[in-house]
């Protein structure tokens, strides 16, 4: 896993060197079996984030969350004394 700070975004990525996925299953998915993949678009949905998959048969997965620097890093309350 890898997390990057930029002034403009968060980036967080993990990798996997599994089987891969299948175009089909990412973009169609399986019957009964898409509860972790919608869940992941669904919750990056909530908070305006770019979720990026990339994946190859028999040579692992990569997921990509991209979260924009005014929601990823909130700013700090100013006081009034
Ligand atoms: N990291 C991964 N490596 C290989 N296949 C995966 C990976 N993540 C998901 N898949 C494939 O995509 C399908 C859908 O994944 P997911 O939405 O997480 O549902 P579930 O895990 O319940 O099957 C899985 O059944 C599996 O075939
Ligand atoms: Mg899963």
Redesign the pocket.
Known sequence: MRTAYSPSSLRIKVR?N????DQT?LSD??PG??????GMRERAGAVRAELNIWSREEAG?EVELVISASIAYPREETKAS
Do not use: F, K, R, S
């Not at 599994?18 to 996925?21: C, E, F, K, L, S």
């Open positions: 996997d599994g089987v891969g996925i299953a998915g399986h079996h898409w509860v972790g993949l919608t997965t």
